[in-house]
C-alpha cells in the first residue's frame, strides 16, 4: 500500500503538471495569435496612400505571418487534442489507483499491515477482475517431517530401532505413492549410533534430510546463545554426510534468524505465533498481545496470514521485522500451513487429547493443496506458490494414512500443476528465478 500510495501522489503531480503547462501554453499561443492581427491593423491605419508599396509588402508579411500563426493554431490543437487523451489516460489510471487503494484500506488490521508489504496484490487482483497471468510453473509441494527427539533413544538402540522404523514406514509411504519428505532431524535422533543408515535410506528413497532444532523458546537467549546451539545441530546433520539448508523449530523472542544465518541456514518453515515474539512491537499486529504467548507450546497456532502470504516465501535477515519482507534477506521464510501439523487440520479447536489422523485431514490437505495451486495459477508473482505442511514424527501415523494423503493431491502432480521438491531444490530455484 505504500507503494500505491507514493505512485498516487506522482501520478497527481504529473497530471497537475500537465493541466498547467497546457494551461501555459494555450494561452500564451491566443495572446500571440491576437497580437498579431492588432499589428497589422495598426499598420494597415499608420500607412497612408503613398507609401502604398511599403504598404503592399507589409500586407504580405502580415499575411504570411497570419498563415504561419494559423499553422501554429492547428498544431496547437493537434497537440490539445494528444493532450486531452493524455488527461483522460491519467484520470483513468487514477480512479484505478483509487479503487486500488480503497480495497487496501477495508482491510483491517494485521493484513493490513502486511498487505503493505504489497503482498496482497494477487487477492486485490481477484476481487477487481484483472485477468489473471498464466505462469508455466507448477506449485512446489514440500512436507516437512519433524522427526521430535525421543528421550533417551540415542543411548538405548532399541528405542532409537523402534522409532527409526516410524521415520521409515513414512519414507516408504511417501515414496511409493510420489511424495518428496523433508525429514528435519532432532539432536536426540542426529546423535544416535543408527542414524547415519537411516539417514543414507531416506536419501536413497529420494528424500531430504534437514535439521529440527527446538531451541530458542525460553526466556531470551542471546545472539551467541543461539547461534552456538544452531551451528551445533547444523553439525550434527553435516556428520550424517548433509548439508542441511533448513532449520524447523527456532522461533524465539530472541534474534532467530540472525542466529539461523550465522549457523549457516538459509530456510526456516514451521514458523508459529510464538515467532512473532522477536518482533518490534511496531511489526506486531494490531490486537495482539506478546503477555498471551509465554511460551512455544501455548502460543504455537498460526499467526493470521493470507493464502497469498502462506504462499509466498518471502527472505528477511531481522528477527526484529522479520514479516516484512527484505528483498536481498539472507534468510527465506516459508510460512505455508505451518503451525497446524497434517493430523490437525480437521480439528478447528485442538483439544486436551490433541488431534487425531483421520480421512477429514487428508481431504482438508487435498482441499488446500489445490487452492494453493488454483491461487499460484492465478498469480504473477514468480516466487510464488509454496504448499508447506508439517508431519510430526512422534508417534506414528495410521498405516496407510500418508499414501492416502499423498494420493489425494497427485492428480494435481500427474497434470503437471504441482511437483514435490527437496528445500535445496526450493532454495536453488528461488535463488534462480531471483537472479533471472
Ligand atoms: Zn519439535
Same mark, same amino acid.
Given at each position: 500500500?505504500?507503494?500505491?500510495?507514493?505512485?498516487?501522489?506522482?501520478?497527481?503531480?504529473?497530471?497537475?503538471?500537465?493541466?498547467?503547462?497546457?494551461?501555459?501554453?494555450?494561452?500564451?499561443?491566443?495572446?500571440?495569435?491576437?497580437?498579431?492581427?492588432?499589428?497589422?491593423?495598426?499598420?494597415?491605419?499608420?500607412?497612408?496612400?503613398? *507609401?502604398?508599396? #511599403?504598404?503592399?509588402? /507589409? @500586407?504580405? &508579411?502580415?499575411?504570411?505571418? !497570419?498563415?504561419?500563426? +494559423? $499553422?501554429?493554431?492547428?498544431?496547437?490543437?493537434?497537440?490539445?487534442?494528444?493532450?486531452?487523451?493524455?488527461?483522460?489516460?491519467?484520470?483513468?489510471?487514477?480512479?484505478?489507483?483509487?479503487?486500488?487503494?480503497?480495497?487496501?484500506?477495508?482491510?483491517?488490521?494485521?493484513?493490513?499491515?502486511?498487505?503493505?508489504?504489497?503482498?496482497?496484490?494477487?487477492?486485490?487482483?481477484?476481487?477487481?477482475?484483472?485477468?489473471?497471468?498464466?505462469?508455466?510453473?507448477?506449485?512446489?509441494?514440500?512436507?516437512?517431517?519433524?522427526?521430535?527427539?525421543?528421550?533417551?533413544?540415542?543411548?538405548?538402540?532399541?528405542?532409537?530401532?523402534?522409532?527409526?522404523?516410524?521415520?521409515?514406514?513414512?519414507?516408504?509411504?511417501?515414496?511409493?505413492?510420489?511424495?518428496?519428505?523433508?525429514?528435519?532431524?532432532?539432536?536426540?535422533?542426529?546423535?544416535?549410533? *543408527?542414524?547415519? #543408515?537411516?539417514?543414507? /535410506? @531416506?536419501? &536413497?528413497?529420494?528424500?531430504? !534430510?534437514?535439521?529440527? +532444532? $527446538?531451541?530458542?523458546?525460553?526466556?531470551?537467549?542471546?545472539?551467541?546463545?543461539?547461534?552456538?546451539?544452531?551451528?551445533?545441530?547444523?553439525?550434527?546433520?553435516?556428520?550424517?554426510?548433509?548439508?542441511?539448508?533448513?532449520?524447523?523449530?527456532?522461533?524465539?523472542?530472541?534474534?532467530?534468524?540472525?542466529?539461523?544465518?550465522?549457523?549457516?541456514?538459509?530456510?526456516?518453515?514451521?514458523?508459529?505465533?510464538?515467532?512473532?515474539?522477536?518482533?518490534?512491537?511496531?511489526?506486531?499486529?494490531?490486537?495482539?498481545?506478546?503477555?498471551?504467548?509465554?511460551?512455544?507450546?501455548?502460543?504455537?497456532?498460526?499467526?493470521?496470514?493470507?493464502?497469498?502470504?502462506?504462499?509466498?516465501?518471502?527472505?528477511?535477515?531481522?528477527?526484529?521485522?522479520?514479516?516484512?519482507?527484505?528483498?536481498?534477506?539472507?534468510?527465506?521464510?516459508?510460512?505455508?500451513?505451518?503451525?497446524?501439523?497434517?493430523?490437525? @487440520?480437521?480439528?478447528?479447536?485442538?483439544?486436551?487429547?490433541?488431534?487425531?489422523?483421520?480421512?477429514?485431514?487428508?481431504?482438508?490437505?487435498?482441499?488446500?493443496?489445490?487452492?494453493?495451486?488454483?491461487?499460484?495459477?492465478?498469480?504473477?508473482?514468480?516466487?510464488?506458490?509454496?504448499?508447506?505442511?508439517?508431519?510430526?514424527?512422534?508417534?506414528?501415523?495410521?498405516?496407510?494414512?500418508?499414501?492416502?494423503?499423498?494420493?489425494?493431491?497427485?492428480?494435481?502432480?500427474?497434470?503437471?500443476?504441482?511437483?514435490?521438491?527437496?528445500?535445496?531444490?526450493?532454495?536453488?530455484?528461488?535463488?534462480?528465478?531471483?537472479?533471472?
Amino acid at each position: 500500500m505504500g507503494a500505491t500510495g507514493l505512485v498516487r501522489i506522482d501520478v497527481t503531480d504529473k497530471f497537475s503538471a500537465f493541466v498547467k503547462d497546457h494551461e501555459v501554453e494555450g494561452q500564451n499561443g491566443g495572446v500571440r495569435f491576437f497580437g498579431s492581427l492588432l499589428s497589422v491593423a495598426i499598420l494597415a491605419i499608420a500607412c497612408g496612400g503613398d *507609401g502604398s508599396q #511599403d504598404l503592399a509588402t /507589409q @500586407l504580405a &508579411a502580415a499575411n504570411q505571418e !497570419i498563415a504561419e500563426i +494559423a $499553422d501554429a493554431k492547428d498544431a496547437l490543437a493537434a497537440s490539445n487534442d494528444d493532450l486531452e487523451r493524455k488527461i483522460a489516460q491519467l484520470k483513468a489510471s487514477l480512479e484505478d489507483k483509487d479503487r486500488l487503494i480503497e480495497l487496501f484500506d477495508d482491510e483491517a488490521g494485521f493484513l493490513e499491515l502486511l498487505n503493505e508489504q504489497d503482498m496482497g496484490i494477487d487477492e486485490l487482483r481477484d476481487r477487481l477482475d484483472v485477468p489473471p497471468q498464466v505462469t508455466q510453473e507448477a506449485t512446489i509441494f514440500t512436507m516437512s517431517v519433524h522427526v521430535e527427539g525421543w528421550t533417551g533413544e540415542n543411548r538405548n538402540p532399541e528405542k532409537f530401532d523402534r522409532h527409526a522404523e516410524i521415520i521409515l514406514a513414512v519414507a516408504h509411504e511417501a515414496s511409493q505413492a510420489g511424495g518428496i519428505f523433508s525429514f528435519e532431524l532432532s539432536s536426540e535422533f542426529a546423535t544416535s549410533f *543408527g542414524a547415519k #543408515d537411516v539417514v543414507d /535410506q @531416506l536419501l &536413497a528413497l529420494g528424500h531430504a !534430510i534437514e535439521a529440527h +532444532a $527446538d531451541v530458542g523458546g525460553v526466556g531470551t537467549p542471546s545472539l551467541e546463545e543461539l547461534t552456538r546451539q544452531l551451528a551445533v545441530k547444523f553439525k550434527q546433520v553435516q556428520s550424517l554426510g548433509v548439508t542441511p539448508v533448513l532449520v524447523s523449530g527456532i522461533c524465539s523472542r530472541g534474534p532467530f534468524v540472525e542466529a539461523a544465518i550465522s549457523a549457516d541456514f538459509l530456510i526456516t518453515t514451521g514458523v508459529v505465533e510464538y515467532c512473532l515474539t522477536s518482533l518490534d512491537a511496531t511489526h506486531q499486529p494490531d490486537g495482539w498481545n506478546i503477555g498471551d504467548c509465554p511460551s512455544p507450546a501455548q502460543c504455537h497456532g498460526r499467526p493470521e496470514f493470507s493464502l497469498s502470504q502462506r504462499a509466498t516465501p518471502w527472505r528477511t535477515s531481522s528477527s526484529s521485522s522479520w514479516i516484512v519482507p527484505e528483498l536481498d534477506g539472507d534468510f527465506l521464510i516459508i510460512v505455508g500451513e505451518s503451525g497446524t501439523t497434517v493430523k490437525c @487440520l480437521a480439528e478447528d479447536e485442538v483439544g486436551s487429547g490433541g488431534c487425531r489422523y483421520s480421512n477429514k485431514d487428508i481431504n482438508e490437505y487435498a482441499r488446500l493443496a489445490e487452492s494453493y495451486v488454483l491461487h499460484d495459477e492465478q498469480s504473477n508473482d514468480g516466487r510464488c506458490c509454496i504448499f508447506s505442511t508439517t508431519i510430526s514424527v512422534g508417534e506414528s501415523p495410521p498405516e496407510g494414512f500418508i499414501s492416502e494423503l499423498i494420493n489425494s493431491v497427485s492428480f494435481l502432480v500427474d497434470e503437471g500443476r504441482a511437483e514435490w521438491r527437496t528445500p535445496h531444490q526450493i532454495y536453488l530455484k528461488l535463488v534462480e528465478d531471483a537472479e533471472n
